[in-house]
């Protein structure tokens, strides 16, 4: 239900920009936001924006750096990452929250974003 994809190899300073398609739930969208896994460290939360309204919402580490959007006509969120660095290298993980719910029940399957020093 939860497609994401655009991750690869770059080099700090680079960008990439990932896509989520949303199939199946996205009536019930409430926020979408971006998550990231890094080895040996817990996963942690990048960035949100409500499905309607288009409020966004972003951890410190990305502000400024990170741009979260959506296509309500595509059911698409997209992550717009500039100037990347190392520390970013992690899976990215796109995730629902919907309507009905306090938290993110639906995740995608990853994409792996890597940053060469």
């Known amino acids: 239900q939860l497609q994401a994809s655009g991750g690869g190899l770059v080099q700090a300073g680079g960008s990439l920009r990932l896509s989520c398609a949303a199939s199946?739930?996205?009536?019930?969208?409430?926020?979408m936001g971006w998550f990231r896994q890094a080895p040996g460290k817990e996963r942690e939360f990048v960035a949100a924006?409500?499905?309607?309204?288009?409020?966004?919402d972003y951890a410190n580490s990305v502000k400024g750096r990170f741009t979260i959007s959506r296509d309500n006509a595509k059911n698409t969120v997209y992550l717009q990452m500039n100037s990347l660095k190392p520390e970013d290298a992690a899976v990215y993980y796109c995730?629902?929250?919907?309507?009905?719910?306090?938290?993110?029940?639906?995740w995608g399957q990853g994409t792996l974003v890597t940053v060469s020093s």
């Open positions: 199946g739930l996205t009536l019930s969208i409430h926020v």
């Open positions: 924006i409500s499905w309607r309204g288009g409020n966004t």
């Open positions: 995730a629902v929250k919907p309507m009905t719910s306090y938290e993110y029940d639906y």
